[in-house]
């Protein structure tokens, strides 16, 4: 393997510990109607911090470009029994961005918590 491969094999690994310690202490807080917005919700990391923030009871705003991605995650959270809102959003788009937070605003009255993925 060579030591490009192998950087990023270890860096995503710190990722994933990393976002699991974060989950571990937020496990520790009750959680239920925490509005936290997830960018680059609809694939890989994102998807997976979706979807754990949702069993923690939060409500999430799922972020991305992508948006067959971002609705199958809100059909997945939606199917559990969670509460989630989709929001197509290019993260590099002041514009769309400030667009994006005030119709969370407009919609759950707050936004407690982002986690960046993209
Ligand atoms: N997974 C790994 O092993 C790993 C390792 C090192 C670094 N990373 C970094 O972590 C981040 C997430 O990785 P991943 O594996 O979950 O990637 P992924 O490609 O599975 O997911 C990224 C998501 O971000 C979305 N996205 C991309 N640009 C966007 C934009 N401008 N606005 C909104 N949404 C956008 C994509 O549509 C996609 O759904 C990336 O920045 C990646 O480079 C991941």
């Known amino acids: 393997m060579g030591f ?7 860096l995503g690994v710190g990722i994933f510990l990393g976002a699991r310690e974060v989950l571990a202490r937020l496990r520790e807080r009750d959680l239920t109607g925490e509005v936290v917005i997830v960018t680059g919700a609809g694939s890989g990391i994102g998807r997976l911090i979706s979807l754990m923030l949702s069993r ?9 470009v992508n948006k067959a991605g971002i609705t199958a995650v809100k059909d997945e959270i939606l ?5 989630a809102e989709m929001y197509v959003v290019d993260v590099t ?7 994006a937070a005030q119709k969370v605003c407009d919609s759950f009255g707050q936004i407690d918590m982002l986690v960046s993925s993209p």
């Open 4 to 10: 490009y491969r192998l950087s990023r094999l270890a």
């Open 93 to 99: 788009d002041v514009d769309a961005v400030n667009d």
């Open 56 to 64: 923690l009871r939060c409500i999430v705003a799922l972020w991305d």
């Open 79 to 83: 199917a559990n029994g969670g509460v």
